[in-house]
Every structure is written in structure tokens, then in C-alpha cells.
């Protein structure tokens, strides 16, 4: 099936009591969001939070309410929205042309993305259009010192939403925000009050946008945003020297330290030459099998030695989707990128396994300055 065939989906998570039900609240009643399918995971056998969206006859509500999504659902999402869908086709109605799926406050997102790539049913109809997090700008520090999970919400995401931003003074809003860009400094960071949020900002974060399905890969990659920088690569052959020594930019702002010593790393490793497959599979393969679940989320475009066009990866933990091919004109240069969000995992260690599988005879990747 052709990309232009698949629906979008939003994911919308956030800690306990950040506001995501008065965001769907006011998200679903948008025009732009009509004819939307709304998946609510509550946890426990007696939900609530249904009873809370304003329903109507151009959005559908369906509630899973027997688990969390993030840890004993997954076979159920894709039942869920299976049985949703031919129920609006046997009253007459269109299929949804847009799905939003509300985690609990205590789900890991991780599952849910990398379901969408591995779900047979579900990777041939829908394809990820953003992660959309809510950060209480009252509680949100102390949040993200004390819960791994909220971490992992705020690392994955695409889209950043401080709530509540009405009972926070600037100093606490501004501390707030340097801490999120510490953890995920690609993510757009918006300040809301009772939800209102245009919709139009809370979308559009895919590899393809709008109804076109036109690339827009330096908007999904956006490796510009990244201040910690690896770059390697090789002059060319009648150059002096051989090799260029990885070059790392520190962040001004410091990764965001977690309980138990923990931190989150975002970076960008850029790779000049041409990336031979099996080097490219070796080297992920490797990472994906060390510490999978440290590695939160992956996005890459790759050049490779063996064809023409460029590849776009995605990963989740030690899930990856299928290669996207991307058109020649959509990317400026023959330059990979990678772009890595990991938890506990050093740049170094990434940069390190990629000169085994490339140059083992070259010295050592020695960045400094590095935090760990």
C-alpha cells in the first residue's frame, strides 16, 4: 500500500494530571479534526476520563480499559481500532481520516510507536504523525526528577506542551522549559492554558505531510537542533591526511540528571562517506542488541554505497520500521544523519561502534568534554 493511503496517528501522553483530557477535550472539537477516531487507554477495570470528551457526530470515542496500553494492550490497539473502523463502515460513515490515541499517565510510549511498525494490519493503514507530551509547568520538575516514565514521554516526543502555564511565575516556566530542551531539544515546546491550542500545532511532525504526502524530511529529522554534534567522514584521497577526527559541540544546555544517576542524551552523529549496507546493519544490530531499551528513539536519512537514493529510518528501542526510500530532492547533501535520543547511553559508545565496523585499524574515537 502507498504511503498516500495511510491515516495519520497522534499520540498524545503525559504524566498523571497534566492535561491531557482538557487538550483532547478541546483538540477533537476542532474543524480541521473532523472525522476522527479518539482511543482512550485508561488503567483499571472502571474508566473515566471518556466521560470527559466532548463527543459529537464528526469524532468517535472508543475506550480500552482492561490495561495499560504501554505493557499489555498492544494485540489490543490494533482489535480495537480494527473493530471501531467496521463499525463506522456498517452505520454508513467514513473511515477515520485521522486516529488520536490518549495513553495513561503512566504509560511508556516506546510500545505504542514501535507497535504501529510491527502490527501487520496496522503498519499497511496508519503511519505516525507526532508525539504530543504534556508537562505541568506547576509540577513538572519534580515530575521529571522522580519518574522514569515521564522522561521517556518528554524524549520521544515530537511536540512539548507546558500546561497550566497560568499557576507557574517565568522563572519556574523558564526552568521548565531549559530542562525539556536539555532532554529533547528537537521537540517544539508550546505554552498552554485550558487547552487552547490550535490542532494545526500538534500535527504535521511525520515524514510525510498534509494530504500531498510531500517529504519534509529536515522538519521530521531536524538534526539542526541538536548542539551535541558528532561528524565523521574522509577528506578526499589526495589529501595529507587520511581521517577527520569526530568533532563534538557541547550543549549549553547540560543533559537533565534523573534519580539513580540516570540522564538522557539527544545527539546528532553525522556520517560523511557513503555507508556500505552491511556496516550499517552490523553497527545497528549491535547497539539495538546491547541496550535496546536504553536507545528511546532513532531517526536517520542514510546514504548508502549500493543505490541511489536515500534511505529513512526509524526506530523505537530495538524496533525499527521498514527503510523509507526518500526522493533525491528532498535531502541538500550525501551526508547521513543520525539522530539519537538515549537514556545512559554516552555519544561516545555510539561513535565508538560505528569506527569498529568502519576503521578498525584507525585510533580510537576520543571526544572531549563529554557528558555522560
Known sequence: MQFTTLTPVNVLTGFLGSGKTTLLNR????????????VINEFGDIGLDHLLITQSDEQTVVEMSSGCLCCTLRGDLSRTLQQ????????????????????????????????LMTDHWLAHRFQLDSVVCCVDAVNGEVTLQAHRESQRQVAVADRLLITKTDLADEERLSYLANQLASINPAAEQWQVQNGNLSPDLLVGAGLYRGASQEYQVEGWLKSASY????????????????????????????????R??????????????LITPEALENWLDLLMSLMGEKMLRIKAVVHLTDREEPLALHGVQHIFHPPAPLPNHSVSDLISRFVFITQNVAPSTVAELYHFFTSPTSPAITPTNEAT
Open 27 to 38: 483538540w477533537v472539537r476542532q474543524a480541521s479534526m473532523r472525522n476522527t477516531l479518539v
Open 84 to 115: 471501531a473502523i467496521d463499525a463506522l463502515l456498517a452505520e454508513g460513515k467514513p473511515a477515520p481520516s485521522r486516529v488520536v490515541i490518549e495513553t495513561t499517565g503512566l504509560a511508556d510510549p516506546a510500545p505504542i510507536l514501535q507497535l
Open 227 to 258: 548542539q551535541l554534534h558528532y561528524a565523521m567522514g574522509h577528506q578526499h584521497a589526495t589529501s595529507q591526511q587520511s581521517a577527520i577526527t569526530p568533532t563534538l559541540v557541547t550543549p549549553s544546555r547540560q543533559p537533565t540528571l534523573t
Open 260 to 273: 539513580h544517576g540516570e540522564n538522557i542524551n539527544a545527539f546528532c552523529f553525522c556520517i560523511e562517506e
